[in-house]
């Protein structure tokens, strides 16, 4: 299984011939490279997350794609009217979906408080093949062990610290950083020293994935 990191919180699976993409949203360059893909999983309804462009990208060149996502980002899929797109399934937490050459586990349930006065909304993190955790705006545990997690870098709902703890309490084989695009260059360095300290420390390898940058599972 390969993966690769793009820009921000978008991330691509490879298996047996077919792709997953996880949160293709507006900081993501405009995917094209998007023929073979059997499931795209949306964490949640923010765009930097998902937007109806990149989706409809997506959906064009697999047409017969499915969306895996919270309620109310179906319901804005929908609302989107994305020719093509038929087949959105509200993921629920503790089931797992299989759909073509992946299996997506769901854990979580809410995005993490931004601030008191805006809304907690759904946030559904994911597993993929039982191997790769990324969950979303939030730090719900997965389902454990998984061999590689994706840490969130930057975001107004986060700090750093809590990412660090986030990383040492699920202990995988492997992790990257993810939710960098609002960070300068020192901001971007900074986490992945700190991430890769802590990394260390629980007998893990810390990443430093640019986008595009691969690695096999």
């Known amino acids: 299984m390969r993966v690769t990191k793009l820009e921000h919180s978008c991330i691509v699976i490879e298996a047996g011939g077919r ?3 996880i949160d293709p949203g507006k900081f993501t360059t405009p ?3 998007a023929a073979l893909v059997d499931l795209v999983a949306i964490t949640h309804e923010h765009d930097d997350h998902w937007t109806p462009e990149q989706l409809a990208r997506l959906a064009e060149r697999s047409p017969g794609l499915t969306v895996v996502t919270t309620a109310a980002t179906a319901e804005r899929i929908r609302d989107a009217g994305i020719e093509g797109l038929r087949n959105v399934i509200v993921g629920k937490p503790g089931a797992t979906y299989e759909i073509g050459e992946f299996k997506i586990s769901c854990f979580g349930g809410k995005h993490a408080e931004i601030h008191s ?19 979303g705006d939030a730090y719900d545990l997965p389902p454990l062990p998984v061999e590689a ?30 939710h960098e695009m609002l960070l300068a260059l020192p901001g971007k ?20 994935l640019a986008p595009y940058d691969s690695f096999e599972l």
Do not use: H
Not at 150 to 165: F, H, I, L, N
């Open 19 to 21: 792709k997953c993409f």
């Open 31 to 33: 995917i094209t490279e």
């Open 117 to 135: 006065s805006i809304p907690i909304i759904d946030n559904l993190g994911v597993v993929i093949n039982g191997k790769l955790a990324y969950g």
């Open 149 to 178: 997690l994706a840490v969130p870098k930057y975001g107004p709902w986060m700090r750093m610290a809590e990412s660090m703890d986030y990383l040492a309490q699920v202990r995988p084989k492997k992790a990257f950083g993810v």
């Open 189 to 208: 360095q900074l986490a992945t020293a700190r991430f890769s300290e802590i990394a260390e420390s629980v007998g893990a390898k810390y990443l430093d």
